[in-house]
């Protein structure tokens, strides 16, 4: 009855007999009622009662009683964050952190990578689960060839180190002790090598977007070599959507290069 009103609605009904005696509840399940949309219409039963039984039970000079309930649901006046202490707060996420420390403690470490002299010690669970790559490794048919020490060619141990440490917490940790930033550009530019090796799609990611805002005329073509080799930005779209961004327009404002006009080519002639 009330207008523009919203509610939710339990409704049952029931057969009266002339001596009082009932049927047994029938229910349906819960309606929602708005009064902005007018009366709510109900067509039909799906339980039926036979004639011979209602006329000789229920009717009563050609009439017959029903009794129909409505129960409105109400908000409940004591929500389930009310029954939450306010003083209670929930700690944030902790497993990132648990795998970190799994990894540093070496604790339950059932194999070990060589990586030019330095030992990695780690869990073939966590690699296997991580990479396809370290799947088919350790896992497969390979697992008996490398037994539980693995030799990493072509790969230095800060790459490797950074590597391992994304794989057991999904957070990318660049080493910063003795590095300047040429450095530790040079790191990423491998981590993506080691990336690309091991398919670690996500890691990949981050590696592509840190080269990006670091572009300059110095670095612009390895960087694109660097991406053409690992295919992540070679393609005439990815490559367009570069050089669309305001920082390449920035770039080509400070200095007028080569490279970047056979970047702009390449992009223009896609590979066949």
């Known amino acids: 009855m009330s207008e523009n009103a919203e509610v939710s609605a339990i409704f049952c009904y029931r057969l009266i007999s002339p001596g009082g005696q009932c049927t047994e509840w029938t229910q349906t399940g819960v309606l929602n009622l708005s009064s902005a949309e007018g009366k709510y219409r109900m067509g039909g039963w799906e339980k039926v009662m036979g004639k011979t039984l209602l006329e000789a039970e229920y009717v009563e000079f050609d009439r017959f009683l029903i009794e129909f ?9 004591v929500t389930c964050s009310d029954l939450l202490s306010p003083q209670v707060k929930l700690p944030p996420p902790e497993l990132s952190t648990d795998f970190a420390d799994l990894l540093e403690s070496k604790e339950w470490a059932d194999m070990t990578f060589c990586v030019q002299g330095e030992a990695f010690p780690a869990h073939r669970v966590v690699l296997a689960a991580r990479s396809p790559v370290f799947r088919a490794q350790l896992c497969g048919p390979m697992m008996e060839k490398d037994g539980p020490s693995v030799i990493v060619e072509d790969m230095l141990p800060d790459v490797f180190r950074a590597l391992i440490h ?10 910063f002790d003795g590095f300047d930033d040429e450095d530790r550009k040079e790191i990423v530019r491998h981590l993506l090598e080691a990336a690309d090796r091991y398919t ?3 890691l990949k990611l981050i590696c592509e977007a840190t080269l990006c805002s670091c572009l300059d005329v110095q670095t612009v073509a390895t960087t694109y070599a660097l991406a053409d080799q690992h295919q992540c930005m070679a393609s005439p779209t990815i490559l367009g959507e ?3 961004s305001q ?5 080509k404002r400070k200095s007028s290069s080569t490279a970047l006009e056979i970047l702009e080519s390449v992009c223009k002639f896609p590979k066949i």
Request: charged share 25%; with cysteine.
């Open 69 to 77: 309930s409505i129960t409105v649901m109400k908000d409940p006046l």
């Open 166 to 175: 994304f794989v057991y917490t999904d957070c990318l940790v660049l080493p």
């Open 200 to 202: 670690i799609e996500k």
């Open 242 to 244: 570069v050089m669309a």
């Open 247 to 251: 920082d390449y327009e920035n770039l």
